[in-house]
């Protein structure tokens, strides 16, 4: 027979599914299964990096893929050109991030990534 306590973990493991994922590993370098702020701006930057195809320096809406919503680019975009620069995108990162970080201790654990604010700044990363 199996041991009780085996049966309830096994079954808190199914039923919590995704959320117990860890962090993605391209976007947590130093393995803690965290990431913190300057991990996630140097993922956004080199996401900016690929998206800038025409190396223009800017990215507007098509070129964001849907990461962004038109009003999440609005309040970005404070010269109002309707495009990011790398600047302006990783203010937006910056913002999504501290969102997505209830408790303030600047990191964000599987739980805070799989939140609703955690899965709008993951857009931004990946």
């Known amino acids: 027979m199996f041991d009780r306590r085996f049966i309830l973990v096994a079954a808190a ?3 919590a599914g995704p959320a117990l994922a860890g962090v993605p590993k391209a976007l947590d370098p130093d393995a803690d299964g965290t990431i913190d702020l300057a991990e996630a701006k140097k993922a956004a930057g080199a996401l900016f990096d690929k998206l800038d195809k025409d190396h223009e320096g800017t990215l507007d809406i098509k070129e964001l893929h849907g990461r962004v919503s038109k009003a ?10 309707t495009t990011l620069t ?10 999504k991030f501290k ?13 805070e990534l799989h939140s609703k604010a955690g899965k709008a700044l993951l857009k931004l990363l990946k």
């Not at 969102?99 to 739980?111: F, H, S």
């Open 99 to 111: 969102a997505a970080d209830p408790d303030n201790e600047g990191t964000l654990d599987a739980k």
């Open 13 to 15: 493991a199914i039923c």
């Open 86 to 95: 790398k600047d302006e995108y990783l203010a937006l990162v910056e913002k």
């Open 72 to 81: 999440d680019l609005a309040g970005a975009d404070p010269d109002k050109d």
